[in-house]
Structure formats: C-alpha cells, structure tokens
C-alpha cells in the first residue's frame, strides 16, 4: 500500500489495540496446559494469527471471535505437525514455536517463515534447547530458519548469551514441562522487562522456579504442568508509543485508551521518555495522555525498550538540541536494521540524523516532503507516518502494509484523529 500523509494536526482519543506481546504468551502458554482457557481482548492481527494457527497446528483446538479465544490445551505433548509450520512475520512465535516443538514424543516438525524471518538468527535458542536434549538443527546451517525440531527436551544446564529476549522467555515457558530440572545462566541479557513479563506469566499459570534479582541464575522443577489462562489482554504499550509521541508533538493532544502503567510491559517507559523531553503528561487508570509542547533533546538508554527506536528517532527531529538513542545495538536484528532504516528514511526527509553503532544522534530538523519506504517493517512505516504529519510537506509512504502486522487499524485511528491520508495504491 502506497499513501500520502499531508500537514496535519493531531487530536482525539484513540483505543490501544491488545498487547502484541500478551498474546503470544497467552496462546504458547494456553495450548501448553491442561483444561479450556479463554483470552479476553486478544491482539487481532497478522502476527497474533500467525501464533494461533501455530499452536493449532501443535494440537490445541482453538474457537476464536475477535473479542475472546478459547483454547483446549494439549497438555504438553504437542501433536506432530501435518505439514510444515509456516510463522510468517511473527518472530516471537518462532521462538516460542521452536520450544514447543522441542516437547515432541515423536516425529519431527519444521518452522519456517517469511523472508524476513528466515533472516533473523536464532541460533543461541537452538543451541540451548539442544543442551538440554531436544534437537533442532538450522536446515541451512545458518542458525536462522527453516528449523527442523526433534524433541525432548530432557533438561539440565546451558548458558546462553542474548540481545533478544524471547529466547529466554521460550525457554522459561518451556523447561518446567522438560523430565528434569533445569538451570540457567543468562550472562548477558538484553530487553529484560520482556524476561520479568514471562515471568509473570508463569507466576499467575502456577509454575515453580527460582531465579536471582539479575536475571541472571534459573532453576526450574521439571514435570510441571499449566493450569489454564483466563485473563484479559492489555493495551500494548509499544503500539501505543506511536500515538502517545504523536500527542507529544507540537499543537497535538492525545488520549490513548486501554493503557495500565502497572502492567508488566517495558514499554510504558515511553511515557517516561516524553516526560523528560518535555511533554504534557497525564496518566488515568486507564489512559494516558500525551499533550504537545516545544521538546527538548535528551540522551535515553533503549537497552530494554528497543521497539520504540523508530518512534523516538522520528519525534527527536522536534526536539530542540541533540537527542542520543544508546545501547540498542539488538535493534539492528527486529525486522530491518531499525538503525540503518531510520537513518536512511528521516534523511529523505532532511533529518539531520547520524547512526552509532549502537543507536543513532538525531539534531533538531525541519522534516520536508518527500518520498520514504517502510521496508516491509511495521514499526518503521508507523513512525515514518506520525513523522509526516509534522513535515512541512506531503509525505508519500511505500510499503504501508506493514502495519497489520500489529495494527490493522492504523491508518484509520491516524485519519480519526486528524490525519491527512491519501491512499495513493491499496
């Protein structure tokens, strides 16, 4: 889809869709336990259906609307796959999908998924579920996709070094339905909000395990089992990040619904970001709402909130002074190099902006008019479309589709809220 944002000022309420990353949880976590689960407010999106019709794939017979799931379990003993498991976009269901399938009795299964996730690595998750009993070997040799998966995992001890965190949280959700115990050592550990979310997941689900204030030391009881998800799924902070930045610009106001800043998400430290640049806050039991003021440049650490690089790298061009995004190398490996990308696309926009190895420096800029590519990157092409409402000219976006990965809705809440759009092609 090809649009064409113009000028525009933003204003309104918009509802939050269900956190991406709630989601695959609750659907790898459901399908994993015993019984029948529901899922209030699921994320309804391509990424979201991807890790549905996975688990389907797995054995869990699930009944789904938009407003609830309900899931019967398999009780962790995947079924063998009829065909070949195809994730498309959705790289959290890779890796979920790889500890799945690593809980095999029999037979084998093999995980594949669009191009751009047979680019993304996920050799060190397959390297940990081999320590620990399972095989899963890269067809390619490559460490990336397509994956064929033996089980099963026994447990034991491995050590594992990540920028992303999902293999961690695959193998947090996976180990306790392992024979044996497992413990684990995380040296290095990236994006750890992600790992306390899992975390929570397994409290709530009734799993046993111990591990240290650092995230660095697991020991995880084997032979345990799920009990059944019932639970509502929150608004997703990293969608949000788009629109709250929107509300933060200049002359703009607004009001995110579906939003709880006690939730476990990571992202929510956005709203602390905006704050610090200068943004009007207020916070509602269940909204936040962002008011838009001059900004100022800020230095901010993304280690544990990488996907809001492209929104922030886009919002630091209105910021008076210079704006430092640091220590989020991990975001050169999501589904384009975000930090290449956003240099790229902002300065064909007149971004005075330069890449780090790990993060980019943005100087205060005129965004101009011009043409910009999403690169089949969700995140990017929603950045790049608040950007343009600010530009001093029509912006013409290649590539919109993306944004259904996570955000069907997009380009309409954007219109809701005063946006100029022009759909140039569908």
Same mark, same amino acid.
């Given at each position: 889809?090809?649009?064409?944002?113009?000028?525009?000022?933003?204003?309104?309420?918009?509802? !939050?869709?269900?956190?991406?990353?709630?989601?695959?949880?609750?659907?790898? !976590?459901?399908?994993?336990?015993?019984?029948?689960?529901?899922?209030?407010?699921?994320?309804?999106?391509?990424? $979201?259906?991807?890790?549905?019709?996975?688990?389907?794939?797995?054995?869990?017979?699930?009944?789904?609307? @938009?407003?609830?799931?309900?899931?019967?379990?398999?009780?962790?003993?995947?079924?063998?796959? &009829?065909?070949?498991?195809? =994730?498309?976009?959705?790289?959290?269901?890779?890796?979920?999908?790889?500890?799945?399938?690593?809980?095999?009795?029999?037979?084998?299964?093999?995980?594949?998924?669009?191009?751009?996730?047979?680019?993304?690595?996920?050799?060190?998750? +397959?390297? +940990?579920?081999?320590?620990?009993?399972?095989?899963?070997?890269?067809?390619?040799?490559?460490?990336?996709?397509?994956?064929?998966?033996?089980?099963?995992?026994?447990?034991?001890?491995?050590?594992?070094?990540?920028?992303?965190?999902?293999?961690?949280?695959?193998?947090?959700?996976?180990?306790?339905?392992?024979?044996?115990?497992?413990?684990?050592?995380?040296? =290095?550990?990236?994006?750890?909000?992600?790992?306390?979310?899992?975390?929570?997941?397994?409290?709530?689900?009734?799993?046993?395990?111990?591990?240290?204030?650092?995230?660095?030391?697991?020991?995880?009881?084997?032979?345990?089992?799920?009990?059944?998800?019932?639970?509502?799924?929150?608004? &997703?902070?990293?969608?949000?990040?788009?629109?709250? $930045?929107?509300?933060?610009?200049?002359?703009?106001?607004?009001?995110?619904?579906?939003?709880?800043?006690?939730?476990?998400?990571?992202?929510?430290? =956005?709203?602390?970001?905006?704050?610090?640049?200068?943004?009007?806050?207020?916070?509602?039991?269940?909204?936040?709402?962002?008011?838009? =003021?001059?900004?100022?440049?800020?230095?901010?650490?993304?280690?544990?909130?990488?996907?809001?690089?492209?929104?922030? +790298?886009?919002?630091?061009?209105? $910021?008076?002074?210079?704006?430092?995004?640091?220590?989020?190398?991990?975001?050169?490996?999501?589904?384009?190099?975000?930090?290449?990308?956003?240099?790229?696309?902002?300065?064909?926009?007149?971004? @005075?902006?330069?890449?780090?190895? &790990?993060?980019?420096?943005?100087?205060?800029?005129?965004?101009?008019?011009?043409?910009?590519?999403?690169?089949?990157?969700?995140?990017?092409?929603?950045?790049?479309?608040?950007?343009?409402?600010?530009?001093?000219?029509?912006?013409?976006?290649?590539?919109?589709?993306?944004?259904?990965?996570?955000?069907?809705?997009?380009?309409?809440?954007?219109?809701?809220?005063?946006?100029?759009?022009?759909?140039?092609?569908?």
């Amino acid at each position: 889809m090809k649009v064409k944002i113009y000028p525009s000022r933003l204003s309104g309420t918009v509802r !939050i869709p269900g956190s991406k990353s709630h989601t695959i949880r609750a659907v790898t !976590i459901a399908s994993l336990a015993d019984g029948n689960s529901e899922i209030h407010h699921p994320l309804v999106s391509l990424d $979201a259906l991807s890790a549905r019709e996975t688990y389907r794939a797995f054995g869990a017979e699930i009944d789904a609307d @938009d407003s609830c799931w309900r899931i019967r379990g398999f009780g962790g003993i995947p079924r063998v796959p &009829d065909n070949c498991i195809d =994730v498309g976009n959705s790289g959290t269901t890779m890796n979920m999908a790889l500890g799945t399938a690593s809980l095999l009795r029999q037979g084998m299964a093999v995980l594949t998924g669009d191009e751009q996730v047979r680019r993304r690595p996920n050799g060190p998750l +397959a390297e +940990a579920l081999n320590a620990l009993g399972a095989e899963v070997v890269s067809t390619r040799g490559t460490g990336t996709p397509p994956f064929a998966v033996r089980g099963r995992l026994r447990g034991g001890h491995t050590t594992i070094e990540v920028k992303n965190s999902q293999y961690v949280s695959s193998l947090l959700i996976h180990a306790p339905l392992a024979d044996q115990p497992t413990t684990l050592h995380v040296p =290095v550990l990236f994006e750890k909000p992600y790992v306390a979310m899992t975390l929570d997941w397994l409290r709530r689900q009734g799993i046993q395990l111990e591990h240290d204030d650092a995230l660095e030391h697991f020991r995880i009881p084997g032979g345990q089992r799920y009990q059944p998800v019932n639970r509502a799924i929150p608004g &997703d902070f990293s969608t949000a990040t788009f629109f709250l $930045a929107a509300g933060a610009l200049p002359g703009n106001r607004m009001r995110c619904l579906g939003l709880n800043m006690n939730d476990t998400q990571g992202d929510k430290a =956005v709203v602390d970001y905006l704050r610090a640049m200068g943004a009007d806050i207020t916070v509602e039991s269940d909204a936040v709402i962002t008011g838009g =003021v001059r900004l100022e440049g800020h230095e901010f650490d993304l280690n544990a909130t990488p996907d809001a690089l492209p929104m922030m +790298a886009a919002l630091a061009c209105h $910021a008076s002074g210079e704006t430092r995004l640091v220590n989020v190398a991990q975001a050169r490996l999501k589904e384009t190099d975000r930090i290449q990308v956003m240099r790229e696309e902002l300065s064909r926009l007149g971004a @005075d902006i330069s890449e780090r190895e &790990d993060g980019l420096i943005i100087r205060e800029s005129a965004l101009r008019g011009g043409t910009v590519f999403s690169h089949g990157d969700h995140r990017v092409a929603m950045a790049l479309a608040v950007a343009a409402t600010a530009a001093e000219g029509p912006v013409t976006i290649d590539g919109m589709e993306a944004v259904s990965v996570t955000y069907p809705e997009f380009i309409d809440h954007l219109t809701a809220a005063g946006g100029q759009v022009e759909i140039l092609e569908p």
